[in-house]
């Protein structure tokens, strides 16, 4: 690296951001390394960035935040929508509907529509539609289409996991 130039939080997240996007574990493990051994590895953006980068490991995206949260940092909106994520993609529902819940009463982060569309897709990927329906109550903006693309699609993941689409009334 050239002398005077270090990354900073930010063009770190950006790295492992990159290594999530691109499924690349074996370059974000190693780069997770380094931002250990740069000490970076508390800072918020980062954080957010590694509980992203390890989507599929759920529980220990879920401890990731954990630790975040008793070691003094703030969650913001973008944590909590990428948590809210690897919950989803994890089917760690009652994990995902607790952090939820706790955004606003213990973080003071008001859910906004992206909250909302990642619970109704943990409920849904999980066949727990009555749920999903009180969830889409509560939205505000109900009539915006990416509510019902999302219920559609978690539905779609449900049905695929159950193994057979003949579960649906609406197909032949």
């Not at 990159?18 to 000490?39: M, T, Y």
């Not at 969650?75 to 994520?85: K, P, Q, S």
């Not at 009463?105 to 943990?122: K, N």
């Amino acid at each position: 690296m050239p002398r005077g130039m270090y990354p900073t939080q930010f063009s770190n997240a950006t790295v492992l951001s990159a290594c999530a996007k691109l499924s690349s574990s074996f370059q974000g493990r190693w780069f997770h390394a380094e931002i250990e051994k740069d000490r970076y590895i508390n800072d918020i953006f980062v954080g957010s960035a590694l509980i992203d980068m390890i989507h599929g490991y759920g529980n220990e995206a879920v401890c990731l935040y954990k630790d975040m949260i008793a070691s003094g940092f703030n969650a913001d909106g973008i944590t909590f929508v990428t948590i809210l994520t690897a919950c989803s993609h994890s089917g760690l529902v009652d994990a995902g509907n607790e952090i939820f819940n706790s955004m606003q009463q213990e973080h003071g982060v008001e859910p906004v529509l992206g909250h909302y569309t990642c619970m109704i897709d943990c409920l849904g990927r999980a066949g727990r539609f009555h749920e999903a329906e009180i969830v889409i109550d509560e939205i505000p903006c109900k009539d915006d289409p990416v509510v019902w693309e999302v219920l559609l699609s978690s539905c779609q993941v449900h049905v695929s996991k159950k193994g057979s689409r003949r579960t649906l009334p609406f197909r032949p």
